[in-house]
RNA sequence: GGAGGAGUGCCCGAGUGGUUAAAGGGGACGGACUGUAAAUCCGUUGGCUUUGCCUACGUUGGUUCGAAUCCAACCUCCUCCA
């Protein structure tokens, strides 16, 4: 199916990972003669990255895997400046403290993916593109690299053509990001001999902007490859949950819940994921793809013990999916569920139901938990609730000394005393 | 610098003095049906100490018994001209 001949391009391509490339027969060829360093660019504006990053993660992960040496780079220049594309929200200027904790606690959930002490060439690097971005000086960077880029053809770039034809604005500061990307190309060809940057594919425009600056400030032929922009199967974006962004991180988001995210798969959406987002061999992925009707909760499983294994280990994994199918199945009380301590105190003066979801985190407000005591969605111990102003006391905890709180079929959270 | 246009709830978008917490749609959440899926149907969708109160239609003032709606200044964005 695919005339790949290198490691690398055979997996990504089987498992669906190839968008567009530049020069594809070149680049294979690279790719199975030499040891290649590559990388992908990730702004550090939040403390964890969340799943919609998972795949170019993956592609790191398959491309240290097949023998060569990937680079996760990190923003800290471009994190300075902000990036444009949401100009609603109130940029907050990071400090640089900001971007280098970010840094290091996004490197903890990297870890498991990339290998930094071992592989080939000495094994996975991660770099900060303020190393070089931060000391540059406007003008000398106007005349070494500004002169290479022509606003005609910026202007020609689709990303670029959307914004102008919606009539929105585009900033000159839009502009500099495009630059600064394509010179961080240029710096890691340099520095670490990096040929080849991968991304999604709304990054197209700035990696070939990259190889083009590459061309003439005299780097080795670099290469461009790009992800395709993931939606699930009803088209949403992936990793967007009511409460938020599926962050990697298990302090923002309980593995338990992880795990949940992945369960809760579309039945099409399975076959995709299994190859995107697992390790498992591609007869496999087939042969759990190929169940049909309730028969693929079973994939649905594998699917998220799997993705799950990876980032969190197996045993964390597997306590989850225990953990789920105690709840589910069982309709148990399971040990695992994400917890919320309050107050001994607060519980023996009677706490009341409204106050309980909110500090458990399962509604938003006072107001929110009431509509949903009146649609029947809220739950203590498994009995659902008819009274708003129920009060929950010490007569509730049940006998592992914690109360049950739901949210639909699907949330829970047990109440502890503390 | 000049002329015109626009800024509404999570998003899009109606609304041009009085049952407007603000039509409609999307999204989201809950319920029903299922398989912890999708599709479909129903409900909800500012906050609170909820028969009531408070906060909201770019910002700040003003007119009025009463304003998202009228007026003024300011801010931001867009279009055209220079």
Known sequence: MTGFKSDFLRTLSERGFIHQMSDETGLDDLLRTETVTAYIGYDPTASSLHV??????????????????????????????????????????MTVEMIEDNIASIKRSFANYIDYDKGPLGGGL?????????????????????????VNRMLSFDSVKTRLDREQSLSFLEFNYMILQAYDFVELARRYDCRLQMGGSDQWGNIINGIDLGHRMDTPQLYALTSPLLTTASGAKMGKTA????????DLLSVYDFWQYWRNTEDADVERFLKLFTTLPLDEVARLSALGGSEINEAKKVLATEVTAILHGRKAAEDAAETARRAFEEGALAQGLPTVNVPAGELEAGLGLLAAFVTAGLCASNGEARRQVKGGGLRVNDVVVQDEKRVLGTADLVEDGVIKLSLGKKKHVLLKTA
């Open 243 to 250: 409460s938020g962004a599926v962050w990697l991180d298990a």
């Open 52 to 93: 919609g990053h998972l795949m170019q993660i993956m592609m790191l992960h398959w491309f240290q895997a097949t023998g060569h040496r990937p680079i996760s780079l990190m923003g800290g220049g471009t994190g300075m400046v902000g990036d444009p594309s949401f100009k609603e929200e109130a940029r907050k200027l």
């Open 126 to 150: 991660m770099i900060n593109n303020a190393e070089w971005l931060r000391p540059l000086n406007y003008l000398e960077f106007l005349r070494d690299v500004g002169r290479h880029f022509s």
